[in-house]
DNA sequence: AGCCAAACGGAAAAGCTTTCCGCTTGATTT
DNA sequence: AAATCAAGCGGAAAGCTTTTCCGTTTGGCT
């Protein structure tokens, strides 16, 4: 029963329409701390995110009460953009194809964005609806890309997006002493494993 | 004036030897910690840990310089406990029964010290040698208890240890909107299946 | 134009971790 | 047994961060 309009992956709920300059600063907020987060890390000072955002303290605990409540948008923001990818990348290339670039998308949400795994496990109350959102938002777009896949018969229909999920979050665990490469190495052989057809070189490994 | 002496399974790396008092403090702190951890949460101030250690703040900081040694002491005691409980389960029952014993306890470990999981995910490079350790540690002696139980021919001895303590950590995870009690009876249900006698009741559901 | 609630900025408050230093005490020597 | 003194202690204060507060600004509306 959401009857607000136009809050596309909101902050945290918005229950009324944002004046124009706030939505503004919502965005730019969200946009400054996914840089800062990747740069610095999670547990950089707020001060840096409102600075690059070019807004003040204030501006940002309007929007987000808590500091996790603005580690929670970002990463849920992180899902949506990986959920976005799906139906675009099924209409610009072939079912097969769409699903291997998908999961290799999928896989750098993981790897590459230290803090959706430590929110995931932190045990923090504040995050505890974020694995929900998570399976929720992207087993449907993982779903669609399979069984587009396994229709054409290009890969095997014996998968369960769920089950795929987890095992390429289970190869994406950091593990001591391996290379940086070494999940998305692995996550590639997994891929080239669900296809049917005749073994390609290079499609996976490559950019 | 030989300044190296014992440091059973210490705090940080003891290059000298302790006073008495200090020792006790050590431990103290480390009692502490573990039991505000538990109950709090890692994320519980300090000072309600040297409050009830009796100590003051400075003592805490003396002897972990950054919160974060005092996390990383505490994980790893709790590592060397499970560690040390393999010999005594070994010594007390018989080898299949002290394995299963074992791998409860080890469950325990991951399920409810909450602080381990996201110590070992954080990404917060104070604790990158905690997997090391994790490992190093507990792979011997769960390696001990499979081959004693394998010697025996009451469980399979196709399985090794790390693999087993993969497996058991990844049912550990934690799952959306699945009951506490969940990864422990999941858990029970792989202990069942190592064992190459006649299906019994009651064994590891039960407490 | 003029109104005003929504939104802003940033100073101040609150809370945590970490440092500092004068005082205390366990161990050692005499 | 007393003296000595470095190891160790406690807690006040410094340094950072997050969070609150409130006077000022401004977008949306009439």
Redesign the interface.
């Known amino acids: 029963m959401p009857e607000n309009a136009a809050a596309p992956a909101g902050p945290p709920a918005a229950p009324r329409r944002l004046r124009a300059d706030a939505q503004r600063n919502v965005t730019a907020l969200l946009e400054a701390a996914k840089t800062v987060f990747d740069t610095t890390?999670v547990?950089a000072p707020a001060k840096e995110i409102t600075d690059l955002a070019g807004v003040g303290v204030g501006t940002l605990y309007r929007h987000f009460p808590q500091r996790s409540d603005l580690v929670k948008a970002v990463v849920q923001s992180n899902i949506d953009a990986c959920a976005a990818a799906g139906p675009r990348l099924r209409a610009a290339h072939e079912p097969a194809a769409a699903l291997a670039a998908w999961l290799r998308e999928y896989t750098e949400l993981l790897g590459t964005k230290?803090g959706l795994?430590?929110a995931l496990?932190?045990?923090?109350p504040a995050y505890?609806?974020l694995?929900?959102y998570f399976?929720e938002t992207l087993t449907p777009t993982l779903t669609a890309l399979l069984d587009a896949a396994a229709a054409d018969g290009e890969i095997r229909d014996d998968v369960a997006a769920k089950d795929l999920m987890f095992a390429i979050a289970?190869l994406c665990?950091?593990?001591?002493?391996e290379s940086p490469g070494h999940s998305a190495r692995m996550v590639g052989i997994l891929i080239d494993g669900l296809s049917n057809g005749p073994r390609r070189q290079g499609r996976t490994a490559g950019q």
């Open positions: 890390g547990d230290r795994a430590s496990h932190s045990g923090d505890e609806a694995p929900g399976l289970q665990l950091p593990v001591a002493g």
